[in-house]
């Protein structure tokens, strides 16, 4: 039986989505299927849009949205969480489909620590890509949970970054 096990890559430094897009790199480029779902994000990075051009890379849509939450009202927020309990059946329906040998789920710790997708369903969906393959988890506010039942745990720690000297995200670098 092959193991499958889980990566958290949390922390405030840089360096989490990055890690996890490179390991989808690694792995697409031995030929084997990924599965990429990105959250709390409009589906226009540079990293979306050079694995949507590589073979065996399946991008799950489904999570996508613009703006922030935090300038939402009450029902606005109540209609993203809607959209994302519905995203997380059909990304699983996705990958028991396609059973990738790598799911990733980038931001997912920001998405569970902002409220949008439950504890219980995001470990329900991990249950299912380990199934077929690891899993990589990203975001800053890793839970004690996930990170409990991950088996590699990297934190990226900020020692330096530019954006404390007021630089702005720059196009290719940090998005
Ligand atoms: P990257 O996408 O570059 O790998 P990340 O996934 O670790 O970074 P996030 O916490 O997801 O970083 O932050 C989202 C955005 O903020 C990215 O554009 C990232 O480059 C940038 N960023 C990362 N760390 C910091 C920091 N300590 N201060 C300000 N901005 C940061
Ligand atoms: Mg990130």
Redesign the pocket.
Known sequence: MDTHLLHI?T?????????A?GLALRALGHGKKVVIAQLMKDGT?G?LRSLRQLPGAIIFEGFLMKGFVRTRNEEERQRLVDRHHAAMRELMAVIDSEQPALTVL??LN?ALAMGLVGRAEANTLIDTALKYGDCAA???HAGEGLMGRAHYVTR?E?VK?P??EGQA?REG???
Not at 11 to 19: L, V
């Open positions: 890559y922390g405030n430094g840089k360096g989490k989505t990055t890690a897009m990075t990293e980038d931001e920001v990203t975001g800053r990226m900020a970054h954006f404390d995200a670098i940090e998005f």
